[in-house]
């Protein structure tokens, strides 16, 4: 009764899908064909059926397909344990992969199952060339039979996190990623059919205009924005596809879509060799591929065709029992986690341990071991063509001017329709600037008011600054979607820099004058266009910096909640040291005169409002704290004698430090990004040199130092 219940369901979920791609799920490749044709030197692809306006997007690669193999890789990380065995240089190491093999051929979805900790993620990470610094890999890796790296374009990377920018719609997001990723030989005509293209591949376009969403507002389901990262690395129609669990969080109908589409790509024209890891599949996911490559604890249980794998176990003498999923089957007879519990419960029971021993035995000596060897001979014996080594940039033609301008465009967009990224904080500012204004109300020019005013002005060059931290969890979130991006090569860290700074004026400049001017005028600062414009480009550059400072600690420390708190300590200490608290010729000469009080960036803020305030302005003199024999004091007396501002320069000369270290503090940034990734690269190299084995890191497709195009390869023997 199961058994029928289970078949109408997928009879269903299979009509439904029919109903909605235009293809029946068990015979993915009936879906008509999309049609090559040939102008001159380029190559046309034209989908006949879904596309009626006959869109020709030029293919930029060639329609031979990629062969992967890889042969005794191991994957080692350091042990904080005195566990594991010692590596050559003495260290106590922990094996996460051991001595695997296999392949992934042209057309074919390979699945990289097994339970939790068993190294699936650590294989496609070492096949993909994204292993940590830490780790050390050893083993041969072969791209069409030939030791090197993957050039840009070739393979793409979908990762389990969706980092998306939340408040672009589907169309936006894969429209921005079509115009930073594919060549300025393209058109933005054809970009945007590409993306067209990609969307209808995956079966968005009843989502097109709908945002991903985000906290404030709901929009994609999961399924849904897993499809939207997937299109984004279809663009450049990569031959190898890597993705890491791409049906984590999905229900089984969600699952069984997402799983369909990404199957479907391998069985076109394009001839796609996809890899991807998978958790726990449903029966109808797992009928969907064509080899299965499944672990235990980092060692290979069985590698062949997936429909093979239920007779294999069965010949083994684990057979699959009845109405239970031959997927759920394999994970539960080699999932050694819960091992205890099952010996005690079940008597008689094989243990875990002894079941994955069998079966391991049983694969060495099984047909499918000995036609994996077979089938990686051949690869090696196929006269495949190397992969052209090129530059990133020489695919990604996209000059650096474009790509900071749709990064900017880009930025933009999603920071003005982000509520919580300025506009909060607008109206919290807006909020603070009344209450100054109504506290310091027309302050007027008496002796008592030089000390009101210098409070005002540094309340407002310190603690109404200090206030930009609050931005900080967003830009958290774009330093996701940059890492992501990176990666994958899109673009560089000088254009998100640029981009980052340039999006973000507007709104950080409508900040520091609307509450900049309220607080001005209840006030009453010094009157005149000039003194209130400098006060708001004083208030500018000082939120600018703050913003800035917050970038180099997420650049450091990724988690946004110790990024606050550093952040918060790092001003603390400036605003101590700036020289309004503690005067400057108070402050002790060690550390925090020299040389904490001259690169704070309050010390410029605070001299500079303060000369802007009192220069050219009279005061009365107190007749008990008389300073000189003077009735009047003139601004340069305050200046000099009360607030102990050095007065051999101009207010212009602080504005001009303060904008300096803007673009310090930006640069400063861009160069850690830099020598954070050439720091990874050397420790890879260093940590990757095996004395006994054949060991290659391969490059994953990006134009970071972290992923260059060199390899290190170890001697033969």
């Known amino acids: 009764m199961a058994s029928v219940r289970s078949h109408s369901n997928v009879q269903l979920i299979a009509s439904i899908h029919e109903k909605e791609y235009g293809y029946h799920p068990s015979n993915p490749t009936a879906v008509v064909e999309p049609e090559i044709v040939a102008r001159g030197d380029a190559v046309v692809m034209e989908d006949s059926i879904q596309n009626r306006n006959h869109i020709k997007i030029p293919l930029i690669e060639n329609n031979k397909g990629l062969f992967l193999t890889w042969e005794d890789l191991w994957v080692r990380v350091p042990s904080n344990l005195n566990e594991g065995k010692n590596s050559s240089d003495g260290r106590s190491c922990r094996s996460i992969l051991r001595g695997v093999t296999g392949y992934a051929k042209p057309g074919q979805l390979l699945a990289i199952m097994g339970p939790s900790g068993c190294g699936k993620s650590t294989l496609l990470d070492a096949l993909a060339g994204r292993l940590s610094s830490s780790t050390r890999q050893t083993g041969d890796i072969r791209i069409n039979g030939h030791k090197q790296a993957l050039a840009y374009g070739t393979s793409a990377y979908v990762t389990q996190d969706d980092a998306l920018m939340k408040t672009l719609t589907v169309k936006e997001a894969i429209y921005y990623s079509a115009q930073l990723q594919l060549p300025n030989s393209m058109s933005k005509s054809m970009k945007k059919e590409r993306a067209q293209v990609t969307i209808r591949e995956m079966g968005l376009q009843n989502a097109m205009n709908t945002r991903i969403g985000d906290w404030g507002a709901k929009g994609l389901s999961g399924g849904e924005k897993r499809r939207v990262s997937i299109c984004i690395e279809l663009l450049t129609e990569p031959k190898l596809l890597f993705l890491d669990e791409p049906t984590s969080g999905l229900d089984s109908a969600a699952s069984f879509y997402v799983m369909s589409r990404i199957a479907n790509l391998g069985r076109k024209s394009s001839q796609r060799t996809i890899v991807s890891s998978i958790h726990q599949p449903s029966s109808e996911v797992f009928q969907l591929f064509d080899n299965l490559c499944l672990l235990s604890s980092g060692e290979t249980v069985y590698f062949g065709p997936a429909s093979a794998a239920n007779e294999f176990f069965a010949a083994s003498g684990f057979p699959c029992p009845t109405l239970l999923y031959p997927s759920d089957h394999f994970l539960k007879t080699i999932n050694k986690d819960f091992e205890l519990d099952i010996e005690q419960g079940i008597a008689g029971r094989t243990p875990t341990g002894g079941a994955i021993h069998t079966l391991m035995q049983s694969f060495k000596t099984s047909e499918s071991y000995h036609q994996l060897q077979r089938q990686i001979a051949e690869i090696f014996k196929k006269d495949c063509e190397a992969l052209e080594k090129r530059s990133p940039r020489s695919f990604v033609n996209a000059g650096f001017v474009t790509q900071c301008l749709v990064l900017t465009r880009r930025s933009f967009v999603n920071m003005y329709r982000d509520r919580g990224y300025y506009w909060l904080r607008l109206f919290i500012y807006i909020a603070l600037a009344a209450g100054l204004g109504t506290i310091y109300y027309h302050l007027g020019y008496t002796y008592s008011s030089i000390q009101a005013r210098g409070s005002l002005l540094a309340f407002v060059a310190s603690f109404l600054t200090f206030m930009a931290i609050g931005g900080f969890p967003s830009f958290v979130e774009d330093m996701k979607v940059f890492e992501r991006e990176r990666l994958n090569g899109h673009y560089g860290v000088s254009a998100f820099v640029f981009a980052n700074t340039f999006s973000s004026m507007p709104l950080l400049m409508l900040i520091s004058l609307i509450p900049g001017a309220i607080t001005y005028c209840l006030a009453g600062l010094h009157s005149g266009f000039e003194h209130f414009f400098y006060f708001a480009s004083a208030l500018y550059a000082c939120m600018m910096l703050v913003e800035s400072l917050m970038m180099i600690v997420a650049s450091i420390v990724p988690n946004f909640l110790m ?16 020289g309004f608290f503690r005067l400057p010729n108070d402050l002790p000469d060690l550390v925090w005169k020299y040389p904490l009080y001259h690169i704070a960036f309050h010390k410029y803020a605070f001299q500079g409002m303060f000369k802007n305030e009192f220069e050219g302005t009279t005061f009365p003199n107190d007749d008990q704290l008389r300073i000189g024999n003077s009735k009047w004091l003139s601004g340069d007396i305050i200046l000099r004698d009360i ?43 260093l940590l990757s040199v095996a004395p006994k084995r054949s060991m290659q890191v391969l490059v994953n497709p990006s134009s970071t130092p972290l992923h260059g195009e060199s390899q290190y390869n170890g001697n033969n023997e």
Do not use: H, N, P
């Open 643 to 685: 607030w102990q501002v050095e007065m051999g320069y101009s207010k212009w000369v602080d504005l001009g430090v303060l904008l300096g270290m803007i673009v310090l503090y930006r640069a400063l940034f861009l160069v850690i990004i830099k020598i954070t990734e050439k720091r990874k690269t050397i420790t890879l190299a």
């Open 563 to 578: 990024g606050i708190i550093v952040g918060s300590g790092l001003q603390g200490i400036m605003l101590l040291c700036g």
